[in-house]
């Protein structure tokens, strides 16, 4: 026991009680999900969290099945709805018997029981009956370790949680044009259907690289060595927006494309097998000289450069001007 308080200073405490029913709330509800757990399947708490918005348990199983979830869910508010007494007891230690976990103390220890259910030493606040919990919601379960993590709400948090989701969920389902036992299907089909056109939107895509590195090589003057160039320079986007077109204008005979975009300042080079020309060294080369960085193999290649300038110079030298 505590010794009593030197006199001195008045101090004056004040309860916030919505603050502390909610505590009481979600830790009597943890002694009833602990004790429904191990009555239903011998499933022991090895560590509990009560936290700020949510709360957690572990369990030493190595699974909890959905199907579990719901029946221990259903359990825990079967009890809270027969609002059985939640009593507190002081025992000594060596003498309690039927505690959920065996105590390591000796002396008096502060008995918490659920009537019928579950007999723990616990210090902690609880409600007076199983009823003031209110409701109890299981929600993530998730592995750690070598067991299964339960997060839980009990009362209003319970409450509140669900009218968030409720609200989130209808307005999905009236973004949708649905109801909300539609919205897996409608969910699913719009998935397959972006799936879908992706696919064929990368078709098109390369289709449309194809035709524009045709005309890009039809409009390509031979130069003496009868290598036909093409720049492309964009002034926003990626390089990933140019790599479709390089990779179609490598394609023709003695073809070199030169890419470019200019934030951040990067090059692209692609040539063809048959050009002489091995578009990694000659690119990781050019951009090093002016200060970057890229290599690739040699039909493609890439790179960055640390400013404009240094890429206005690096294409004219891939394009042979200097
Ligand atoms: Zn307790």
């Not at 379960?141 to 997060?151: A, Q, S, W």
């Not at 080369?285 to 960085?293: L, M, Q, W």
């Amino acid at each position: 026991m505590a010794e009593p308080l030197a006199s001195g200073p008045i101090v004056r405490g004040e309860l916030d009680w919505p603050r502390r029913f909610d505590h009481m709330q979600q830790h009597t509800g943890q002694h009833l999900l602990s004790a429904v757990l191990a009555d239903l399947w011998n499933y022991s708490t090895t560590s509990v969290h009560l936290g700020e918005l949510t709360s957690t348990l572990d369990l030493d199983t190595p699974q909890l099945t959905s199907e579990q979830v719901a029946q221990a869910e259903e359990r825990a508010n079967q009890v809270i709805t027969e609002n059985r007494p939640v009593t507190i007891a002081f025992e000594d230690a060596g003498a309690a018997t039927g505690l959920r976990k065996p105590s390591s103390r000796s002396g008096a220890i502060r008995i918490v029981s659920i009537e019928g259910l579950d007999r723990s030493a616990c210090g902690g606040t609880h409600v007076r009956a199983t009823g003031a919990i209110g409701a109890l919601l299981v929600r993530k379960v998730e592995r750690v370790r070598k067991g299964v993590r339960l997060e839980f709400l009990c009362g209003l948090r319970a409450i509140g949680r669900s009218r968030l989701e409720f609200d989130i969920l209808s307005n999905l389902a009236a973004d949708l044009s649905s109801s909300f036992e539609e919205l897996p299907r409608v969910v699913a089909n719009q998935r397959a259907d972006v799936k879908a056109l992706s696919a064929s939107k990368r078709e098109l895509e390369a289709d449309l690289s194809r035709y524009r590195a045709q005309e890009l090589y039809a409009a390509a003057q031979p130069d003496p060595a009868g290598i036909r160039r093409a720049t492309v320079r964009l002034a926003d986007g990626g390089l990933d927006e140019l790599r479709g077109l390089a990779l179609a204008f490598a394609g023709f005979p003695r073809a070199v494309f030169i890419g470019a975009t200019e934030a951040p300042p990067s090059v692209l080079l692609s040539a063809a097998p048959d050009s002489g020309i091995d578009a990694g060294s000659v690119l990781k080369e050019t951009v090093s000289n002016a200060g970057g960085r890229g290599g690739g193999s040699s039909t493609m290649a890439q790179g960055v450069l640390p400013d404009r300038a240094q890429l206005d110079h690096v294409l004219s030298v891939l394009e042979g001007t200097k």
